[in-house]
């Protein structure tokens, strides 16, 4: 009897663990969004408008550094995207400032061509002496997946993003 209840605890704790995992078989649509800024003595490097190698990372070392790097598993058309990278600290003057990047992105996900836009708030004041920065993200077109397409920069701060889209795994049931 004993076996019989560290078998069912063990199939239970199982089944528990699997939850909210991938579903076998099922595709969704994945979103990747990088956000880097040059490295000192960088300032005329150029973005690359497309980036084949799946590893960004590696494909911008040594000329720049990510600030965000995110996923988003079952974008769905019209979606809003809200990616953060924020620091909030206690000043010198007893006050609190705010410092990173906060951007809202919509995708469109309707044809083979998606189409993604929005806006971004960068605040990184050792990148452009303390001017907060509102970066507005046109329309753009991301029609290859796989692919890191170049979607915006700003040339003040140095920061650009990138947009990779890719089917995967469904999370959950």
Excluded at 89 to 106: H, M, P, T
Excluded at 158 to 166: D, P
Aim: hydrophobic share 45%; aromatic share 8%.
């Amino acid at each position: 009897m004993k076996n019989i209840l560290i078998g069912c605890a063990i199939l239970m704790s199982c089944a528990v663990a699997n939850m909210g995992l991938a579903v076998a078989g099922a595709q969704s649509t994945h979103v990747h969004v990088a956000v880097f800024f040059k490295l000192p003595g960088q300032e005329s490097f150029q973005w690359p408008n497309e980036i084949k190698n799946e590893n960004i990372i590696s494909a911008l070392d040594g000329k720049a550094d990510f600030l965000v790097l995110t996923q988003t598993v079952g974008i769905k058309d019209g979606d809003v995207l809200n990616i953060q990278n924020d620091v909030l600290r206690e000043n010198k003057a007893l006050g609190f400032e705010d410092l990173g990047i906060d951007c809202q992105l919509s995708v469109n996900t309707t044809g083979a061509a998606w189409k993604v836009g929005g806006k971004c708030d960068i605040f990184l004041p050792h990148l452009h002496g303390g001017e907060k920065v509102l970066g507005i993200i046109k329309l753009h077109e991301i029609d290859s997946e796989k692919v890191w397409h170049y979607v915006w920069d700003d040339p003040k701060t140095g920061i650009v993003l990138y947009f990779f889209k890719e089917k995967g795994a469904v999370l959950g049931d």
